[in-house]
């Protein structure tokens, strides 16, 4: 052995446990620290715990949290783009739809829906200023929200002519 390049042994290095156990061993520290040892570890105890060293299953019950609580957000911020509540001019139908719509009463989205399912299409078609583009334009902006519209859903009594021209 060449002498001064190797680091001092301490052979009866003293090794101290979390958990309060010691024991001596050789090394090359005169007294070492550890978080687990045989008596300890859940592999040799036989019980179930979790080693967490470095804060990871903090981490990971954080992220678990942030996710539920973005989620909840989402969802709350979804029920409120569906509200019947919401303003008419959230919808963003421009000056001349929202004026016409205004001037006739209707302010709110679901006060358009009443509308629709009452009179259908002609009852929006009925307001002064308030034309065919407008109407279509109002529904697809009503459907990207998620409204289901009067319209949409077809009577049942009555088949579809898609499948009428198919049988002829």
Same mark, same amino acid.
């Given at each position: 052995?060449?002498?001064? #390049? %190797?680091?001092?042994? !301490?052979?009866?290095?003293?090794?101290?446990?979390?958990?309060?156990?010691?024991?001596?061993?050789?090394?090359?520290?005169?007294? #070492?620290?550890?978080?687990?040892?045989?008596?300890? %570890?859940?592999?040799?105890?036989?019980?179930?715990? #979790?080693?967490?060293?470095?804060?990871?299953?903090?981490?990971?019950?954080?992220?678990?949290?942030?996710?539920?609580? %973005?989620?909840?957000?989402?969802?709350?911020?979804?029920?409120?783009?569906?509200?019947?509540?919401?303003?008419?001019?959230? =919808?963003?139908?421009?000056?001349?739809?929202?004026?016409?719509?205004?001037?006739?009463? #209707?302010?709110?989205?679901?006060?358009?829906?009443?509308?629709?399912?009452?009179?259908? &299409?002609?009852? =929006?078609? &009925?307001? &002064?200023? !308030?034309?065919?583009?407008?109407?279509?334009?109002?529904?697809?902006?009503?459907?990207?929200?998620? !409204?289901?519209?009067?319209?949409?859903?077809?009577?049942?009594?009555?088949?579809?002519?898609?499948?009428?021209?198919?049988?002829?």
């Amino acid at each position: 052995m060449k002498e001064g #390049i %190797h680091p001092k042994y !301490f052979p009866n290095a003293q090794v101290t446990c979390s958990c309060g156990n010691t024991w001596t061993t050789g090394s090359t520290r005169a007294a #070492i620290r550890t978080d687990v040892c045989y008596k300890c %570890h859940p592999f040799y105890t036989g019980e179930q715990r #979790i080693v967490d060293t470095e804060g990871q299953v903090e981490r990971f019950v954080k992220k678990l949290d942030a996710r539920a609580t %973005h989620k909840k957000k989402e969802e709350e911020r979804q029920a409120q783009r569906q509200s019947p509540t919401v303003a008419l001019v959230d =919808l963003n139908l421009g000056d001349r739809a929202e004026a016409a719509l205004s001037k006739a009463g #209707i302010t709110t989205v679901g006060q358009i829906l009443e509308k629709l399912e009452q009179g259908g &299409d002609q009852a =929006l078609l &009925d307001v &002064d200023g !308030f034309g065919h583009k407008n109407l279509a334009d109002t529904k697809k902006r009503l459907r990207a929200r998620g !409204f289901d519209l009067p319209a949409d859903a077809a009577p049942e009594g009555e088949a579809a002519p898609a499948s009428e021209s198919a049988e002829a």
